[in-house]
């Protein structure tokens, strides 16, 4: 079946460290990828998303894109902030207009000043 | 953009009482919310899909006598975990779609049973 493998944290950067977290899928057919932020007490906010192979995600400086051919989409951010800690969801669904989630077990990231 | 407010965001309970939560769509009418839990270190599992004015529809191996899914309304869909025990304790959480647009969560509610 459908799945999502991320790296487990916490991760902790100093402020303005480049920020990678991992992830890989594995599903059947062309799925839709999704990054989610939740901030402390907050629920999951969508952070970026990728619908089609080599599409490349982007919000507030982080980036992620699509690779069917190593099944990632890995999260990238060149310079962390410590309003960026949170913990970080990759998620997938079967595609557009569909929205069952299959999540990652999420990342903790803590950044400090 | 829209948002999805889930109340309580904690909640303890006595083993053997029942406990409910309520996720709300504020600005947009949802016909379909679904419900997640997430035990510790692992994913956040699809539970069930609350399907308003209908059955809701569960995942394997979810007991729909445990977890009872109202969605009486176009904005309000209800879980109830009946009979909670300990290992009933865990963060739950909602989504509902808006569409044309994608799935917007609520806040989660951390539940502990003692």
């Known amino acids: 079946g459908n799945s999502v493998t991320q790296m487990e944290g916490p991760v902790t950067l100093s402020e303005e460290a480049f920020l990678t977290i991992n992830c890989t899928y594995t599903a059947t057919g062309y799925p839709s990828l999704f990054w989610y932020v939740q901030y402390p007490g907050e629920g999951l906010q969508l952070l970026l998303k990728a619908t089609k192979a080599d599409d490349k995600g982007s919000n507030k400086g982080f980036e992620a894109t699509y690779r069917k051919e190593t099944t990632s989409f890995h999260l990238e951010k060149g310079s962390v902030q410590v309003s960026d800690s949170a913990v970080y969801f990759c998620?997938?669904?079967?595609?557009?207009?569909?929205?069952?989630?299959?999540f990652g077990t999420g990342t903790r990231l803590k950044v400090l000043a | 953009g829209a948002v999805v407010s889930q109340h309580p965001s904690r909640v303890i309970c006595k083993s053997g009482t029942s406990v409910k939560i309520e996720c709300r769509s504020l600005d947009f009418q949802a016909t379909t919310m679904f419900w997640y839990r997430q035990f510790p270190k692992q994913s956040l599992m699809l539970m069930a899909t609350?399907?308003?004015?209908?059955?809701?529809?569960?995942e394997q191996g979810v007991e729909k006598d445990k977890f009872l899914i109202n969605h009486a309304s176009l904005t309000l869909s209800t879980l109830t975990v009946t009979s909670a025990h300990p290992e009933d304790s865990s963060f739950y959480i909602c989504?509902?779609?808006?569409?044309?647009?994608?799935?917007?969560f609520g806040q989660g509610t951390r539940l502990t049973v003692v």
């Open positions: 609350s399907n308003e004015g209908s059955k809701a529809t569960y």
């Open positions: 989504s509902a779609p808006e569409v044309g647009n994608e799935a917007f």
């Open positions: 998620a997938l669904t079967q595609g557009p207009g569909t929205y069952k989630y299959i």
